[in-house]
């Protein structure tokens, strides 16, 4: 038997790695992750860079040349952020060309401060894009109500876009239709072929679960009801995307060449002891479809997960457990709704600690030269 994170792709999943570092750079990591492991993309967000930069002395050299030319944090963080992700896009251009656009991405998030600003996200995703200049470069928007139009501007622009943030069905059909609407939007313009674009929405898993459970157990509802609703949710969204792309408005635009927009599984780590390790990767296996895993992910899944096709089941059971739910007073519209803003806010919390050690690091530096 070959190693498992390989089998998924027998399935129609590709594996991407959820974490970026100037050492895993360095070291070879990325490289043997593709030849190993079978990972065939990278994500990133402003949590990850944070710890990055803080934990690391490996950009304290790039930091002093940019402080001494008198930039400010932000434009450094801009500066370091950019040529991290400029390198990891060069060591996955391989798997990029020979999957003919299909993986072999990285993604880079526009700053979380713009999650209600739609022309400020439009603005920075053509900057971010334009910069790093790289054609395996997605650019991360959250899938608020403002990011939504910027969604589809940014597609319409010619530009790959990671929808970031997605937790519930509602917001996953927006999502999927302002796809739609910026490959129909890019066809009109004929900017760019439509087969080189790419895009995934990326549905978060195992938090839904962590509130979900909380709320049970507030509720003192009976063992049988926890730890099903991230699963359930998820499939449910796939069965959503099965409808959406056998439209003929899909049809359409796929007789153009477009591809599907794929869902992406992100949060699969799994936050309680008591789930096995790999739930989150092993319950939701199916074509046209990514699971972007953490470090500790990664390891657990090749060395004991069981690859099977999944994804597509149970669709009767996950919307019988939404209404078991709502009996023990746990709404999962309210659940995704106040999931999306503590999202919001955490990325948001992050990047601000980000440049507050970006600033730190640039004042010290300086003063250690002078």
Known sequence: MGNPLQELQKYGQSVWYDNVSRSLIKDGSFKRMIQEQAVVGVTSNPTIFEKAISSSAEYDEQILHAASEGKDASAIFDELAIEDIQNVADIFRPVYDESNGLDGYVSLEVSPTLANDTEGTKKSAVYYYTRVDRPNLMIKIPATPAGI?????????????????????????????????????????????????????????????????????????????????????????????????????????????????????????????????????????????????PPQTVIAFGDHGVASETVNKGYEEAKAHVKALETYGVSIDAVTAQLLAEGVKSFSDSFETLLAGVEAKRQLVLANKG
């Not at 139009?149 to 929808?163: E, F, L, M």
């Not at 009801?225 to 359409?252: C, D, H, P, V």
């Not at 092993?282 to 479809?289: K, P």
Request: neutral net charge.
């Open 149 to 293: 139009p910027a969604i589809t501007a940014t597609i319409g622009a010619g530009i790959n876009v990671n929808v970031t943030l997605i937790f519930s069905l509602d917001s996953y059909k927006q999502v999927a239709y302002a796809y739609i609407e910026g490959l129909e939007e890019l066809s009109k313009s004929g900017k760019k072929n439509l087969s080189e674009i790419s895009s995934v929405a990326s549905f978060f898993v195992s938090r839904v679960d962590s509130l979900v459970d909380k709320l049970l157990e507030q509720n003192g509802a009976p063992a049988e009801l926890f730890g099903k609703a991230g699963i359930g949710n998820s499939r449910l969204a796939y069965e959503m995307s099965e409808q959406i792309y056998s439209t003929e408005r899909w049809k359409n635009l796929e007789a153009q060449g477009a591809r599907k927009q794929r869902l992406l599984w992100a949060s699969t780590s799994t936050k309680n002891p008591a789930y096995r390790d790999v739930i989150y990767v092993e319950q939701l296996i199916g074509r046209d479809t990514v699971n972007t895993m």
